[in-house]
T-cell receptor, first 114, second 114 residues
Framework: DTGVSQDPRHKITKRGQNVTFRCDPI?????LYWYRQTLGQGPEFLTY????????KSRLLSDRFSAERPKGSFSTLEIQRTEQGDSAMYLC????????????FGQGTRLTVV | DQQVKQNSPSLSVQEGRISILNCDYT??????FLWYKKYPAEGPTFLIS?????DKNEDGRFTVFLNKSAKHLSLHIVPSQPGDSAVYFC?????????????FGSGTRLSIRP
C-alpha cells in the first residue's frame, strides 16, 4: 500500500478554465475527505464521502466545485471557471470506518490560478 | 466560527527541552482529538490522538493531555529533537457518520534550536 495518492502535484491554470484533481485513497478506507489549505491556515474542510455517498459539503464548496467518488474508490474534485481566489493546496485524506484514529493525507495538489 | 483554536502561531524550543503546544476548542460534541505534523510541500502526517473519555495518551516522546472541563488539549514533546521542527495542527472530530469531518486549527510552527 503506497498511501494516499494525488494527481497532479501541481497545476497552473488560467482564470476561467476548469480543472480536475484525482485522489486515490488507501485501499479499503471507506472514508475520503477533501480539504483546502492556504498559506498560514490549517486545512479547511470541503467535503466528505463514506464509500460512494457524499455525506457532507462545506459552505466553502460553491456551485463551481463538484466532487465525486464513483464506486467508492478514487475521487475527483472539479473546479469550474477557476478564479484567482481558488489558488491553494488541495488535500485529500482517507480513513477507515470507526473512530478517526487518524486520517491519512496525500501530498496535495497545489493549484495556481493566473 | 473557529471551533478549534491554536493561539500561538510559533514556538521556539531548545533541543533536548520539552515542547508544549496548546489547543482550545469550543464544540463539546467532539469525541476525538488529533495532532498532525506538517513539513513544507507535504501533506499533514498523523501524530497522535486521544478519545474524549481519556485525559492522557502517550506514544514515545509524544504525550497528549485533554482537559474537557476547560476544552483544552496540549501536545508535549520530550525531549525535543531537530527533526521535530514543523507545523503542528490540532484537530477534532466526532465519531458517528454525521460528524466525521475533522476540523483543524490554524497551526503552530515549532522550531527546535540547537
Amino acid at each position: 500500500d503506497t498511501g494516499v495518492s494525488q494527481d497532479p502535484r501541481h497545476k497552473i491554470t488560467k482564470r476561467g478554465q476548469n480543472v480536475t484533481f484525482r485522489c486515490d485513497p488507501i485501499s479499503e478506507h471507506n472514508r475520503l475527505y477533501w480539504y483546502r489549505q492556504t498559506l498560514g491556515q490549517g486545512p479547511e474542510f470541503l467535503t466528505y464521502f463514506q464509500n460512494e455517498a457524499q455525506l457532507e459539503k462545506s459552505r466553502l464548496l460553491s456551485d463551481r466545485f463538484s466532487a465525486e467518488r464513483p464506486k467508492g474508490s478514487f475521487s475527483t474534485l472539479e473546479i469550474q471557471r477557476t478564479e484567482q481566489g481558488d489558488s491553494a493546496m488541495y488535500l485529500c485524506a482517507s480513513s477507515p470506518q470507526g473512530p478517526p484514529s487518524g486520517a491519512f493525507f496525500g501530498q496535495g495538489t497545489r493549484l495556481t490560478v493566473v | 466560527d473557529q471551533q478549534v483554536k491554536q493561539n500561538s502561531p510559533s514556538l521556539s524550543v531548545q533541543e533536548g527541552r520539552i515542547s508544549i503546544l496548546n489547543c482550545d476548542y469550543t464544540n463539546s460534541m467532539f469525541d476525538y482529538f488529533l495532532w498532525y505534523k506538517k513539513y513544507p510541500a507535504e501533506g499533514p502526517t498523523f501524530l497522535i490522538s486521544i478519545s474524549s473519555i481519556k485525559d492522557k495518551n502517550e506514544d514515545g516522546r509524544f504525550t497528549v493531555f485533554l482537559n474537557k472541563s476547560a476544552k483544552h488539549l496540549s501536545l508535549h514533546i520530550v525531549p525535543s529533537q531537530p527533526g521535530d521542527s514543523a507545523v503542528y495542527f490540532c484537530a477534532a472530530s466526532g465519531v458517528d457518520s454525521s460528524a466525521s469531518k475533522i476540523i483543524f486549527g490554524s497551526g503552530t510552527r515549532l522550531s527546535i534550536r540547537p
